[in-house]
Each structure stands twice: as structure tokens, then as C-alpha cells.
């Protein structure tokens, strides 16, 4: 079964061609990332702009690439939230012309079941139970995957995602945008315990996390720094925050893991790209027994391959959109 799918949920548009789930024809990507450098983030209206100039041509190069046409298409999925509601809806729309023109099923998908679809995509042998941290730049999320299409939150951010905590902080260090990466190059070498940083651990809930404390407490780091005139050891604050990150999530993630007992712990999201977080869940992991699965690399950013074999577990599962198919800007990881 050939599925044509969507992405434009942020800053990337992308159309892939995934075939039976796990395998990838087709993965066409552009990212509009260069463009939201100059404003330090990204800027919703130009976003959907980009989106709509093009997700067209994406069609016809991800089906070229395939080696198929149009008619060879299924059934096209698309990711219909969580996300900039303006950049889903581009998406959204031109899903659903294709789909009502070539007659096909039409499948919506979360944004971030698809990314925790990208470790199916990685490792062919992955099957459900495992449990799930999803870090991206909009979610932080401990996911039990129960199934493809049957989750439960173990645990999330009770204020910011780990990625927007990356992406601040590396705005007011002028490192660039998105921050997650280039914070992720300058902490290479950094001495971890150069600067102390707060933990919170919110009662009651042991598996839930927090950012902002950390955001602001790096941010008036650079900011007194800046105002006194004095030079601050760049790679130690980089090492030190992205250890506070690691620390925040990697414990929490075991703990969920070790509630549940599957043997089996997976990372989803753009910041599962982080080499901190990648390398304390390795150790983690031998430690506990359980087994790791991290998806590659290029796919743990937004792409529309994760979209594709997420939407074929969703078509499995009898999940079908009419043309009445809306985008949201929130919605619910256990809802679907
Ligand atoms: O999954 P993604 O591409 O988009 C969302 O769905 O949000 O994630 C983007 C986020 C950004 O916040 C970016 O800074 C972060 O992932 N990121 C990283 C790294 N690479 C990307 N964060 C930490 N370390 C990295 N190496």
C-alpha cells in the first residue's frame, strides 16, 4: 500500500511516498529554517507562506523520486495537528483536494505519533509496548506506546518543551536558529559542571518536568555576564545546560520505563538529535537492561516519512478524515 503524506505542521514542508508502513520511497523536504534565522524564531505568517509556495512541487519531486504517479497513490495522510495552526492548514487543505481528486482515503495523523513513528522507520524490528520521551521544539511528552494507535501520558513539561529551551537560550548567545544544534556543537569539549543550574521536581508528579526555571536562570546567567563586562566559558555553559536538559528527562524516562517493564525505551523529536541526551540514555539503558531505540538521525526532525507510516498504523486502525478535516494547534497525543 503506497501512502502519499504530508508534513507542514512548523518550518518544514514535506511530502514522502512510504510503502507498507516501514518503507520509504520518497522523503522531500524543505526547510524554511534559514529564512526564521534573522528573526530568531519562527514567524507563523511567512511559515504558511512558504508552505503554500512549496508543497506542490514537493508532491511531484517526492513521487518522481518514487518512481510512481498520482494514480499509484493509496491513500494520502497528513498531519493534521499539533502545530502552527496556519502551517497545518496548508497541509491539511492540499491533502484533502488530493485525496477527494484521486479518490482515496484520507488519514490524519498527530504530529507526534509520526515522530515516534520515525523509530519504526529506523528499526524494522520495533514493535509496540515500549515507552516513549518525545522532545521536540513545541512538546516534551514520556509517552506509554501501547500500541500503534493506543497511548497514555506517563509525564510532560508542565511550562516550556526542551527544544524551545535550547532554541531561547541559544538566541541570546546569537548562536542562530533553530539553537538546538549549534548548542549541541559548542557544548563538544565544555566542561559539564562549569555552571550549576536548578532542578524542579514538581510534587506529585514525579514523571512531570519543567524548563522555564532553567530557560531563565541561563538567560540571566548571559544577561548579568553581558552587564559586568565579564567573558563567560561558552562550551561550559553549553555542557552545563545541556547536562541540566539531559538530567531533567533521562531519569524521568527510566523511571516511567521501569513502571511499565517492557525492556524497551524509544526517544522521539527533533532534540533526540542531542549527542548529551543520545549518549545519558545510552548509559542509562546498559544499566538498566532495557533496550534503546533512537531513530536516525535525519529522521528525527520534522519529515513527512514519519507522517507516512504513522498514517499506514492509523489506516490499519480504520482512521479515516472526510473533506469537514480541521487543524488544531493543540491536540492530544492519547486522542490521536
Ligand atoms: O521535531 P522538530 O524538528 O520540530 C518540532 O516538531 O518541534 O524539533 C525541533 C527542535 C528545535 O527546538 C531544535 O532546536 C531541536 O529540535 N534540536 C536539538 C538538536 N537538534 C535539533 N536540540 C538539542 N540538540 C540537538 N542536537
Known amino acids: 500500500m503506497n501512502i502519499l503524506a504530508f508534513e507542514s505542521s512548523c518550518d518544514e514542508t514535506a511530502a514522502a511516498v512510504v510503502r507498507d508502513g516501514r518503507t520509504v520511497l520518497a522523503d522531500a523536504i524543505a526547510s524554511q529554517a534559514e529564512m526564521h534565522t534573522i528573526y530568531g524564531g519562527v514567524v507563523p505568517e511567512i511559515a504558511s507562506r512558504k508552505h503554500v509556495e512549496a508543497i506542490a512541487g514537493l508532491t511531484d519531486q517526492a513521487l518522481a523520486q518514487a518512481g510512481l504517479t498520482k494514480r499509484d497513490v493509496d491513500a494520502v495522510a497528513v498531519t493534521y495537528g499539533p502545530g502552527l495552526i496556519g502551517a497545518l492548514l496548508v497541509g491539511v487543505n ?4 488530493l485525496a477527494y481528486g484521486l479518490g482515496v482515503p484520507l488519514v490524519p495523523v498527530h504530529h507526534v505519533r509520526g515522530h515516534i513513528a520515525a523509530n519504526y522507520i529506523t528499526h524494522l524490528d520495533l ?57 549541541d556543537r559548542l557544548s563538544q569539549g565544555g566542561d559539564d559542571r562549569r555552571y550549576a543550574f536548578p532542578q524542579v521536581h514538581v510534587h506529585d508528579a514525579p514523571l512531570d518536568m519543567s524548563f522555564s526555571g532553567l530557560k531563565t536562570a541561563v538567560i540571566n546567567l548571559i544577561h548579568n555576564a553581558q552587564q ?17 536538559v539531559s538530567e531533567m528527562l533521562v531519569p524521568r524516562v527510566m523511571a516511567a520505563a521501569r513502571s511499565r517493564d517492557y525492556g524497551k525505551v524509544a526517544v522521539a523529536g527533533g532534540v533526540a538529535a542531542n549527542s548529551r541526551i543520545r549518549a545519558d540514555l545510552e548509559a542509562a539503558c546498559a544499566r538498566s537492561g532495557d533496550r534503546l531505540y533512537l531513530p536516525r538521525l535525519s529522521l528525527c526532525g520534522d519529515n ?12 490499519l486502525a480504520g482512521r479515516r478524515a472526510g473533506m469537514d478535516l480541521n487543524a488544531y494547534a493543540n491536540r492530544d497525543i492519547q486522542l490521536g
Do not use: H, N, W
Open 304 to 315: 513527512g516519512a514519519m507522517i507516512g507510516c504513522q498514517g499506514y498504523y492509523e489506516y
Open 94 to 97: 492540499f491533502a484533502k483536494a
Open 228 to 244: 559586568k563586562g565579564e567573558k563567560l566559558d561558552l562550551p561550559g555553559l553549553a555542557a552545563s545546560f545541556s547536562a541540566a
Open 127 to 183: 514493535e509496540p509496548p515500549f515507552v516513549c520521551l518525545c522532545v521536540s521544539g513545541g512538546t516534551t511528552l514520556i509517552v506509554d506506546v501501547r500500541g500503534y494507535t493506543e497511548m497514555e501520558i506517563l509525564g510532560a513539561t508542565r511550562d516550556d518543551a526542551a527544544g524551545e529551551c535550547f532554541d531561547k537560550v541559544a538566541r541570546v548567545l546569537g548562536i542562530g536558529y533553530p539553537g538546538g544544534a549549534p548548542m
